[in-house]
């Protein structure tokens, strides 16, 4: 039997209990922080010597220089005939459906002019070079290269280098073709620490990048917080995380799939469901303990649903928006029938996907949105990857001669009441007799 926890939200303790269950600390340890921190120390100052030393030691290599890690255009090219024809369909749709999608968020400039013929505007540019880092290993992300790489293109970034470890020198065709149709420039195989501090500072080979973004393990998200600063990151993410609504229509085996697809990733995941009728969770308990023995990664999902999943009985649908709110999910799902009725009462979410027949695994691959999201409760004040975390703002201030001899006397009176002379008499200089 599967040990899920049980929550009311009408008892005395839930919220002490929620709080609990919602709690989730970065294994990031002293001793993590400080590999990570001597790492990044190291190629700082050796630059390729030092990745080639640590990739060669950390992924199995026996490379001598940074030339043999990066891999040429026409390997790239060649992974399009590689991988099966049906991947390549998938990989080629889904890419399009997030161009598609992440086209509408492009920002363009603005200005106005006033009477007086003062303008005022804010001028859009793309960042000039981008870090996607990409994990490796056993398991492969193309859809990661999707989600970050696609965004990156639409916005106007000139140049985009993905880093991707290769433990044993094991390349992943359907890896690099997710590259080659997000129009990837340049790969090199190489990743943890070494990789993040190579994009953050440059080397004589890996050139230095303005923002890195990608998922990764703690060594990773570790050192992207330490160089953050040096360059733009996307976030530091914790684990993947799911919140189901459900009105109790829905069939129980469809939720316990849901809930399956995101406490498959680890053992730290978060799956929970919320629904106004106990008998529905009953049937779903019911549902998780006939298909549990059906999974692959049965072992991950009964650790993740022990650890941090639970099922929640609430009063009603207003009761279950109050506990939605409080847990800013990663991922949402509105499995009712009516879910553009609840919207209004949604704040913080990454994604909501409304609908019964709207399963949150079509977000992490097809649907178009982006599937970087905000975990670990930070949907309270951020918001998914998108064209927008690759662009800039730049304000446009443009004074006529009338304009700053009337803004000058406003500016002139602030200036004097802060005691900054030199900015009131710069203000002044421009006022008319």
Known sequence: MVDIKRLNASDDTFWDELEALLAWESVSDDAVFTTVKDIIH??????????????NRFDRMSVASMAELEIPMSRITASLDKIPADQLAALKLSAQRIRDYHQRQKQASWSYTEENGTMLGQQVTALDRVGLYVPGGKAAYPSSVLMNAIPAKVAGVEELIMVVPTPDGIV?????????????????????AQAIAA???GTETVPKVDKVVGPGNI????????VFGAVGIDMIAGPSEILVVCDGQTDP???????????EHDEDAQSILLS??????????ASIEKLLPTMEREEIIRSSLTARGALIHVADMAQAMT????????????????????????????AIFMGRYTAEALGDYCAGANHVLPTSRTARFSSPLGVYDFQKRSSL??????GASELGKTASIFARGEGLTAHARSAEYRIKD
Request: hydrophobic share 50%.
């Open 199 to 201: 994009l953050a500072y």
């Open 42 to 55: 190291d190629v700082r100052h050796r630059g390729d010597e030092a990745v080639v030393e640590f990739t």
């Open 276 to 285: 106004p009728d106990a008998d529905f969770l009953d049937q779903v308990q």
């Open 219 to 226: 060594y990773v998200a570790t050192a992207k917080g330490m």
């Open 397 to 402: 201030i443009m004074c006529s001669a009338e």
């Open 172 to 192: 992943n065709d359907l890896v690099l073709a997710a590259a080659a149709v997000s129009d990837v420039d340049r790969i090199f195989t190489i990743g943890g």
């Open 253 to 263: 085996d469809w939720i316990a799939m849901d809930l399956f697809s995101q406490a």
């Open 323 to 350: 506990v939605t709110n409080a847990i800013a999910p990663e991922h949402l799902e509105l499995s009712v029938d009516d879910p553009q009725a609840l919207l209004p009462e949604i704040r913080h979410a990454g």
